[in-house]
């Protein structure tokens, strides 16, 4: 009976038997193969997602950056009822009333690239300004904060009565000067609307951040900042020689900025991180500029972005 138990049924040994160490090994070279398979697969779907982000920033940032400038810019030049701006006076850090009204028919100015900063602007060296003036798309008697008339800010008037638009056809003082008083067309002592008197300079500042200052009576406001990583910026300025409205041709620095009536603006947009499938060149010529790219940051992505902006008031008034 004993020797019954210990017999067993043929092949109940073989079904018992475990792994041997060949088929382990084999079954672990399986395993890290899917595994360094499927970490490949991660590592590259990360890299091409990082790609595309990057692209994606910096079609953003350059896109952005020109339709914040064409939104703004269009409106260069718009001073209300005013039919023919004149002074030709180029201060763009005054903040005196008087030499602002002197120069109401540069509506547009330009900072080339070469030239120094004035004391009122930090810009990044080696890139374009652009100072431009125009008056509240709102009067003063309109609704909202923005509007409302304040000794801090200067605001333009313009005469609606013909006798007294003869010989003084607009002022430009403070808010609530008794200069401001000019009349409505009834010529019944109704003041004519009043609008705030806007001095703006788009610059690029030292950080790569594509940004506005305001200059006003007490003086230049804080920066504001529009778009960032926007490495450049230059511009060349429609000139309208013979007065007919249509550009005769593009300077960078024109002769006579009264002429100007629109401008073209290139911007230089880099991604926000490094890229390893970034453009090589070292050198990318704007305008009449060549950015060097240092071999340092050479591994952003970048593009460059034009378009032309029309300065629509300015153009009106030589089309009439």
Not at 140 to 160: H, I, K, M, R
Not at 211 to 217: E, F, G, I, K, M
Request: charge should be neutral; glycine fraction near 6%.
């Amino acid at each position: 009976m004993n020797r019954a138990l210990r017999t067993q049924r043929p092949g109940a040994r073989a079904l018992e038997r475990g792994l041997t160490l060949v088929e382990l090994m084999i079954a672990m070279t399986i395993g890290l193969l899917l595994i360094a398979a499927t970490t490949a697969m991660f590592v590259n779907s990360s890299m091409l997602r990082r790609q595309i982000e990057s692209s994606a920033d910096v079609i953003e940032n350059g896109r952005y950056g020109l339709d914040v400038l064409s939104r703004e810019l269009s409106l260069t030049g718009y001073y209300g009822t005013l039919g023919a701006p004149n002074g030709v006076t180029v201060s763009l850090c005054s903040t005196d009333p008087v030499v602002w009204a002197d120069s109401l028919a540069v509506h547009a100015a330009g900072l080339n690239n070469a030239q120094a900063n004035p004391l009122c602007l930090d810009r990044k060296p080696g890139t374009d300004a652009i100072f431009v003036q125009r008056a509240s798309t709102c009067t003063t008697a309109d609704a909202g904060a923005a509007c409302a008339e304040n000794a801090s800010n200067a605001y333009l008037q313009v005469s609606e009565c013909g006798d007294e638009y003869s010989i003084t056809p607009f002022v430009v003082a403070k808010g609530n000067d008794a200069a401001l008083k000019l009349q409505t067309r009834a010529c019944d002592g109704t003041k004519a609307e009043k609008r705030k008197l806007i001095r703006r300079i788009y610059y690029i500042n030292t950080a790569d951040v594509l940004s506005y200052v305001d200059v006003t009576l007490a003086g230049v406001t804080a920066p504001v900042p529009l778009v960032e990583n926007i490495e450049q910026m230059q511009v060349e300025y429609a000139v309208d020689a013979n007065n007919d409205s249509t550009p005769d041709s593009f300077s960078a620095t024109p002769a006579d900025w009264t002429g100007v009536t629109g401008l073209r603006v290139w911007l230089l947009a880099r991604s926000a991180e490094t890229s390893t499938q970034a453009a090589k060149a070292l050198t990318i010529q704007i305008s009449d500029t060549t950015v060097d790219v240092p071999a340092a940051a050479r591994n952003f992505k970048r593009r460059v972005y034009s378009t032309y902006i029309p300065f629509t008031t300015p153009k009106s008034r030589r089309e009439s």
